[in-house]
């Protein structure tokens, strides 16, 4: 079923609505031209680079659920909303970036880490987010205000924004030292971190605006897309794990830092399940969140070769895609079928 989506044009004509978008959020405010100026840096250089997938799926799934009545300003709107997700995607990383002390961010140094006015922006980054934050807000009420679709779209932005601060939280609790020493490396916190991290922006939140855009407000129907979009959520939230240890730097565009921050990390959790003797976990205490020794990186990485965490993970990517396709087949949500599938078709074996 992927086949039926042409995901090249799809993006094609996502990125071609950008220009737009851009001039209508930097002439939100006249009297400050020279912040105006500053925004639209912060924009470029946030906004676009990356795979643009949460946006997309906002046009996929209005094209999807409104197959014979499309119209340009629909269509336009829904692009709108994609890229306000990508806007918030952009915020959420500067962030991220700040608190994880990232090198790079899709190939290019992060943004804290960049100079504006001859001086680097460091912590003023912080600030930075928070006007991508609410340039968003003010887009949403300057396209949609007289919408009755707005306090939908509103409501559920604020939501999933609610819900990736307190994944944000669990991410940054669980990567603490804790005593005793990995005892919060389980299989359930990784749950609750992925599910609000990632879950709810990265997936839900682009299905359920395509929706809301579509005056498709009916509860039940949310929940089990939620349901499902959760569990695609937590198989890509996996994937990324897996990828900032053995993926490419040059084709995934940043350099993994999990083993050094500390990250409770589905790899760690699995290497901490396989250990069958005291000096195997003990290498992971020893090693595991320390930044200052490259050589502890090295030394994990070595462990997870011996513990064939590559292989586990290859068994889990195969079980994972059979399970999800069935949750699918299952559900009752037939209007929604093409696109949870033409997305998880999407990520499978990916490599970025």
């Known amino acids: 079923m992927s086949s039926e989506v042409d995901w090249s044009l799809l993006k094609d004509e996502f990125l071609a609505a950008w220009p737009r978008i851009r001039r209508t959020v930097c002439s939100m405010d006249d009297r400050l031209t020279n912040i105006m ?45 994609g890229w306000c997700i990508e806007m918030f995607q952009a915020y959420v990383l500067i962030l991220d970036d700040i608190m994880d002390n990232s090198l790079t961010r899709r190939g290019k140094p992060c943004w804290y880490r960049c100079q504006r006015f001859g001086a680097p922006i460091g912590n003023a980054a912080i600030n930075d987010a928070l006007m991508l934050e609410h340039s968003i807000y003010w ?37 603490l030292p804790s005593d005793p020493p990995l005892s919060t490396f389980t299989m359930a ?30 509860k039940e129907l949310h929940g089990v897309a939620m349901e499902i979009l959760l569990e695609i959520g937590r198989y ?62 090295e030394i994990i990485k070595q ?24 949750m699918i087949n299952d559900a009752n949500v037939n209007s929604l079928k093409n696109i949870f599938i033409a997305i998880v078709d999407k990520l499978f074996n990916r490599c970025k």
């Open 236 to 297: 890509f939230q996996i994937q990324d794990d897996y990828l900032d240890v053995y993926g490419d730097p040059d084709v995934t565009g940043k350099i993994g830092t999990d083993i050094e921050d500390n990250k409770c990390s589905w790899l760690v959790i699995k290497a901490i399940e396989q250990c069958d003797d005291t000096h195997q976990l003990s290498t992971i205490r020893d090693h595991y969140g320390r930044p200052e020794s490259p050589q502890s990186v």
């Open 139 to 175: 887009l949403m009420r300057h396209v949609f205000g007289d919408s009755p679709n707005y306090k939908y779209i509103l409501d559920e932005f604020l939501e999933c924004t609610l819900q990736t601060t307190k994944g944000q939280a669990l991410d940054s609790i669980y990567s």
């Open 189 to 218: 916190n990784y749950d609750k971190i992925v599910i609000h991290k990632t879950g709810y922006y990265s997936f839900y939140l682009p299905i359920s605006l395509g929706l809301h855009h579509s005056s498709i407000h009916d």
């Open 303 to 326: 462990l997870y070769d011996k513990l064939n965490i590559k292989n586990i993970y290859e068994e889990f990517e195969k079980s994972s895609y059979d399970k999800l396709i069935s």
């Open 37 to 81: 100026d500053y925004l639209e840096g912060i924009l470029e250089y946030n906004v676009l680079g990356g795979k643009h997938t949460r946006g997309m799926l906002v046009v996929l799934a209005y094209k999807l659920i409104n197959r014979d009545h499309i119209t340009p300003e629909g269509l336009y709107e829904s692009q709108m909303l």
